[in-house]
């Protein structure tokens, strides 16, 4: 049985969405790395000893749902983890979602155009090998930990996930 669920992936890849989805299904509850790096979010950033502090108690929980973007200071999510999942989708699909996800969310939060054009540029260097905060140190992470992964690519392949999740 799954109890604790790691989603990675690129910004706009669709991991808050995901987790969503599967905490309905199990009756589990996810937790967003964001508001643990920030303690407003998108706007002020945690320490990094209070952060370890929250995310170390986030991992003693009996069950989670884990999602996020991070590669420094999340292996102890992914080494508790009974599943990771690694949504994979192209960089377009994510600008175009993180563009929208921008629009949608105007004025509720603290992001400005300069937060944006940040993630863009996450989006467009997460493939690259030089990048130390994406594709490459996430694949390591879940190797580095035998993690059990399951890599989806396309939004056929989350539903097909999800409808075998509720049988």
Not at 118 to 138: A, D, E, N, P, W
Request: hydrophobic share 30%.
């Amino acid at each position: 049985m799954v109890r604790r669920v790691y989603i990675l992936g690129n910004s706009g890849s669709g991991k808050s969405y995901l987790a969503k989805k599967i905490s309905k299904i199990l009756k589990i509850p996810h937790y967003d790395l964001d508001d643990i790096f920030f303690y407003r979010k998108y706007d002020k950033k945690r320490s990094e000893k209070n952060r370890e502090k929250l995310f170390e108690n986030l991992c003693k929980k009996k069950k989670w749902i884990l999602e996020g973007a991070y590669s420094s200071w999340v292996d102890k999510g992914i080494k508790k983890s009974d599943l990771v999942i690694f949504l994979e989708v192209p960089s377009y699909k994510a600008a175009y979602r993180t563009l929208k996800r921008f629009k949608k969310r105007k004025g509720k939060h603290k992001e400005t155009w300069k937060d944006f054009l940040v993630l863009l540029r996450h989006i467009k260097r997460y493939k690259s090998k030089r990048y130390t905060k994406g594709y490459y140190q996430h694949k390591t992470l879940i190797q580095q930990h035998k993690a059990k992964a399951l890599y989806l690519k396309s939004k056929k392949e989350i539903n097909k996930f999800l409808k075998n999740l509720k049988t």
